[in-house]
């Protein structure tokens, strides 16, 4: 598949089931003695690492001034400094925790705590990437750009696939891509509660530019950018004719599965001639508008949001049975109702099928359930199969199980959420470009259900851990039907002090 111009519907089947139920037949593990490599840390080569424009002090005053789930009062301050409390909101650090093995904590979920995704505001002529350790907006590029910009800026979103470590091979793609669907979420929302209007616009005929003036080198280690405008008529590319990196990074990644994993993701893009403005629609689309019964604010719902504890800095999650009441899930529902930002990705999401097991929820029966979700009518779960046993026998197809040194959690959760898709019917009309929209479609309702279990003091883990050969006879996955993400949520058994960061 490498060097390959284009990829056919085969190569992108051939990856997705390479990192499923195929992985043991098509995805040899590397070769022995290749050594453990990832670019965590960095910010990438073209980032000043002097002076920047420090980012707004506040925004978590702000959000706590904000009831749960409505949206900011900002009368006083300028569309600018609204869109800088935003970013801030949505990718800056939140906490520490002294007993987890892996540190930092940001408003969104992330692998090992390595957040690939960086986060970049750019106008024609400038761009800075968004540095939530120094709380700045550093210049990209060797010229040191001036803040703020000359006419209007735009935020892309961008993730390097070799901040998760080099083990995980082909499944950094789908894991950053993810990611990027979580990060995408976390901005809509936070833009809309500070009174902005995001519009999506998916990789098209100007991406390389765009990766040029983002200094996104070395290529394959970064994903095609998406970009966010506060007007729907803004061009989100950079001219053709704009300046590229300073200098070129060299690629010290080894990884012979990097070259596929960037062909893969680049299928994504709009061709020339094709949808040329797939973009959205306009705001108010991420966050439902009833809250239900919680009365918390905004700055106390993002800080909640985790991916499940454990004691002694130990791997896994633990959790504890415990009825919760049926409020959480109509919320959880509510926010998977909220449709992704543009008309691509909601056909997209239409292949995408969503169930949960339910377990000690007050007033619902324990067992499968599958969403239903309609243009005209609230989304609602539907009971399948009632099964008391059935968080209990999941268990058994998760990646890991309970051991001395590591927690699972997954007998005692209250929901198990999985996102699935028959992958060659989903390729088959959408093409292969299908298979990574789908990626930023399950991040972005993930995100929205780590929202709503935050919001009822549970936590949500999202994975990639459950074999699908091993749930077949549990939920009766079909041929072809890949677990895109799952998203495990209950109540946490550990509490501990944490450090306060938020800003």
């Given at each position: 598949m490498t060097g390959r111009a284009t990829l056919s519907a085969d190569d992108v089947l051939r990856y997705a089931f390479s990192q499923a139920p195929g992985r043991d037949f098509v995805a040899p593990?590397?070769?022995?003695?290749?050594?453990?490599?990832?670019?965590?840390?960095?910010?990438?080569?073209g980032a000043a690492?002097?002076?920047?424009?420090?980012?707004?002090?506040?925004?978590?005053?702000?959000?706590?001034?904000?009831?749960?789930?409505g949206s900011c009062t900002t009368t006083l301050l300028s569309p600018e400094d609204r869109l800088l409390?935003?970013?801030?909101?949505?990718?800056?650090i939140q906490r520490q925790e002294p007993s987890n093995l892996f540190n930092d904590h940001r408003s969104c979920a992330s692998v090992r705590s390595r957040f690939p995704v960086h986060a970049f505001v750019h106008s024609d002529d400038e761009a800075w990437i968004v540095d939530?350790?120094?709380?700045?907006l550093l210049p990209v590029g060797a010229s040191g750009s001036p803040w703020p910009p000359v006419?209007?800026?735009?935020?892309?979103?961008?993730?390097?696939?070799?901040?998760?470590?080099?083990?995980?091979?082909?499944?950094?793609?789908?894991?950053?891509e993810l990611e990027l669907g979580i990060s995408l979420r976390s901005l809509f929302t936070t833009l809309e509660l500070f009174g902005l209007a995001g519009h999506l616009w998916l990789p098209g005929p100007g991406t390389p530019q765009l990766m040029?003036?983002?200094?996104?080198?070395?290529?394959?280690q970064w994903s095609a950018p998406l970009t966010v405008t506060m007007d729907p008529s803004d061009q989100p590319w950079p001219p053709a004719t704009g300046p590229g990196p300073a200098e070129a990074e060299a690629d010290t990644d080894d990884d012979p599965t990097l070259d596929?994993?960037?062909?893969?993701?680049?299928?994504?893009?709009?061709r020339p001639g094709g949808a040329a403005v797939e973009k959205s629609h306009g705001g108010g689309l991420a966050v439902p508008r009833d809250g239900g019964e919680v009365s918390l604010d905004w700055a106390e719902v993002i800080w909640r949001r985790n991916s499940g504890r454990m004691p002694r800095r130990l791997p896994g999650v633990s959790g504890r049975p415990q009825t919760v009441s049926p409020t959480a899930v109509r919320d959880a529902v509510a926010w998977l109702g909220r449709p992704p930002p543009t008309p691509r990705l909601q056909e997209i999401a239409e292949h995408v099928t969503v169930s949960a097991c339910v377990s000690h929820v007050a007033e619902l029966a324990s067992g499968w359930y599958r969403l239903e979700r309609g243009p005209h009518a609230p989304a609602t779960l539907q009971l399948v199969d009632a099964d008391p046993a059935l968080a209990t026998r999941l268990e058994s197809c998760y990646g890991h199980g309970l051991g001395p040194e590591v927690g699972c959690a997954v007998r005692h959760a209250n929901l198990i959420w999985m996102m699935t898709a028959d992958v060659?019917?989903?390729?088959?009309?959408?093409?292969?470009?299908?298979?990574?929209?789908?990626?930023?479609?399950?991040?972005?309702?993930?995100?929205?259900?780590?929202?709503?279990?935050?919001?009822?003091?549970?936590?949500?883990?999202?994975?990639?851990?459950?074999?699908?050969?091993?749930?077949?006879?549990?939920?009766?996955?079909?041929?072809?039907?890949?677990?895109?993400?799952?998203?495990?949520?209950?109540v946490g058994r550990f509490l501990e002090p944490m450090l306060d960061l938020r800003t």
């Open positions: 593990l590397g070769p022995e003695g290749r050594g453990l490599t990832t670019t965590f840390g960095s910010c990438g080569h690492t002097g002076h920047g424009r420090g980012l707004p002090w506040g925004t978590a005053d702000l959000l706590a001034a904000t009831p749960y789930p409390h935003a970013l801030v909101a949505a990718f800056g939530p350790y120094r709380h700045s006419g209007a800026v735009s935020v892309a979103l961008a993730g390097r696939y070799t901040h998760l470590p080099s083990l995980y091979g082909r499944l950094r793609g789908p894991l950053v040029d003036r983002l200094a996104l080198a070395p290529r394959r596929e994993v960037m062909a893969v993701n680049r299928t994504s893009l709009v060659p019917a989903l390729v088959d009309a959408a093409g292969p470009g299908g298979w990574t929209l789908a990626q930023y479609v399950c991040g972005w309702m993930a995100h929205g259900l780590c929202l709503a279990a935050a919001a009822h003091g549970m936590y949500a883990r999202p994975n990639r851990a459950f074999d699908e050969i091993l749930l077949h006879p549990v939920v009766g996955t079909r041929p072809g039907e890949i677990v895109l993400l799952s998203v495990v949520s209950g």
